[in-house]
């Protein structure tokens, strides 16, 4: 307690000092529009006081979202976005960046990071035409399901949050080492609990999981798909059905947001539905600074089960 009224003063000036110093830095909290929720959570995970909107959550296909009111809102008032790039989001986010008008994020300005420029890209194509469906020609953009990738998209990310707001620079680069040393304790602990899946054999619709089925060692034998992101047909499912029955596959895989009926029937005629699953490609909560590594605690539990469990 102040001892003289010279000293409750100045306790009072100080304290209105720090309130005043606090309310200032939650006005200039840094605002991060993500393009996709693994991408918030990540954020979070990095710089837990940022304010981040993701633009896409689990139920949606990133390739095809509405430029809303919203959306162009956020971005606008963006310090950062964080995307996957690799021609995903080619469809909406110019769009976004452009009725935006926000310099800060516009491709190659400092606040626009894209998590393809950071890995190694697979499956590099030809640019298709308007009937060749979702050609990637940069590789395959469904990256965020390869723990390797998600650590080189952290250490690039830590790095530009502190290029954005170097007054936190210290302490991005010191959440980033912290972020790393745990996550290559669950990297560890799944590589032996997906031991089983080695070799194993899916048949899957599209590419979304072609960077997990390699970490894991594990092999696509079809795809639903007759090309990238145009829906199955009975021709071509009647062909996919051929591949199954040679080469009894252990999943018929889709993801969340796509129609499985596909994937029930291939599974039905193989004579056991429960083969047919459908797996999340991205985090729950976009909010959830441990949303990665609960996404992959779940992508490897329904794997094992489909495989009939860790043995």
Same mark, same amino acid.
């Given at each position: 307690?102040?001892?003289?009224?010279?000293?409750?003063? %100045?306790?009072?000036?100080?304290? *209105? +000092?720090?309130?005043?110093? !606090?309310?200032?830095?939650?006005?200039?909290?840094?605002?991060? /529009?993500?393009? $996709? &929720?693994?991408?918030?959570?990540?954020?979070?995970?990095?710089?837990?006081?940022?304010?981040?909107?993701?633009? +896409?959550?689990?139920?949606?296909?990133? %390739?095809?979202?509405?430029?809303?009111?919203?959306?162009?809102?956020?971005?606008?008032?963006?310090?950062?976005?964080?995307?996957?790039?690799? $021609?995903?989001? #080619?469809?909406?986010?110019?769009?976004?960046?452009?009725?935006?008008?926000?310099?800060?994020?516009?491709?190659?300005?400092?606040?626009?990071? /894209?998590?393809?420029?950071?890995? #190694?890209?697979?499956? !590099?194509?030809?640019?298709?035409?308007?009937?060749?469906?979702?050609?990637?020609?940069?590789?395959?953009?469904?990256?965020?399901?390869?723990?390797?990738?998600?650590?080189?998209?952290?250490?690039?990310?830590?790095?530009?949050?502190?290029?954005?707001?170097?007054?936190?620079?210290?302490?991005? %680069?010191?959440?980033?080492?912290? /972020? $790393?040393?745990?996550?290559?304790?669950?990297?560890?602990?799944?590589? #032996?609990?997906?031991?089983?899946?080695?070799?194993?054999?899916?048949?899957?619709?599209?590419?979304?999981?072609?960077?997990?089925?390699?970490?894991?060692?594990?092999?696509?034998?079809?795809?639903? $798909? &007759?090309?990238?992101?145009? &829906? &199955? +047909?009975?021709? %071509?499912?009647?062909?996919?059905?051929?591949?199954?029955?040679?080469?009894?596959?252990?999943?018929?895989? #889709?993801?969340?947001?796509?129609?499985?009926?596909?994937?029930?029937?291939?599974?039905?005629?193989?004579?056991?539905?429960?083969?047919? *699953?459908?797996?999340? +490609?991205?985090?729950?909560?976009?909010?959830?600074?441990?949303?990665?590594?609960?996404? /992959?605690?779940?992508?490897?539990?329904?794997?094992?089960?489909?495989?009939?469990?860790?043995?």
């Amino acid at each position: 307690m102040p001892r003289t009224v010279s000293e409750a003063r %100045h306790l009072t000036r100080w304290l *209105i +000092t720090c309130a005043w110093l !606090a309310c200032a830095g939650s006005a200039h909290a840094l605002n991060v /529009f993500a393009c $996709e &929720p693994e991408w918030a959570s990540l954020v979070k995970a990095l710089a837990p006081q940022a304010q981040v909107v993701s633009a +896409t959550h689990q139920r949606q296909d990133p %390739h095809h979202i509405e430029a809303r009111p919203s959306l162009i809102a956020a971005l606008r008032r963006a310090d950062l976005a964080v995307c996957t790039g690799a $021609e995903l989001e #080619a469809g909406w986010l110019p769009v976004l960046q452009q009725r935006a008008g926000n310099p800060k994020v516009l491709d190659r300005a400092g606040g626009m990071f /894209f998590a393809s420029d950071h890995v #190694a890209l697979i499956d !590099a194509r030809a640019p298709g035409g308007p009937f060749d469906g979702d050609v990637h020609a940069a590789g395959n953009p469904h990256f965020q399901v390869d723990p390797d990738r998600v650590l080189e998209v952290a250490r690039g990310l830590a790095e530009t949050l502190a290029q954005v707001d170097p007054t936190g620079a210290g302490a991005y %680069h010191q959440r980033a080492q912290a /972020f $790393e040393r745990d996550w290559l304790t669950h990297v560890q602990r799944w590589r #032996a609990q997906t031991s089983p899946l080695r070799g194993q054999r899916v048949i899957a619709q599209h590419s979304s999981f072609a960077y997990l089925w390699r970490w894991l060692g594990m092999v696509q034998s079809a795809d639903l $798909e &007759p090309k990238p992101g145009l &829906p &199955p +047909t009975p021709g %071509h499912l009647n062909a996919v059905l051929k591949v199954a029955q040679r080469e009894r596959p252990m999943a018929v895989v #889709a993801t969340r947001y796509q129609d499985a009926r596909s994937a029930h029937w291939l599974a039905a005629q193989l004579g056991n539905e429960a083969m047919a *699953i459908a797996l999340p +490609t991205t985090v729950d909560d976009a909010q959830d600074p441990q949303g990665l590594v609960r996404l /992959f605690d779940d992508l490897f539990k329904q794997l094992l089960n489909a495989n009939g469990g860790t043995r």
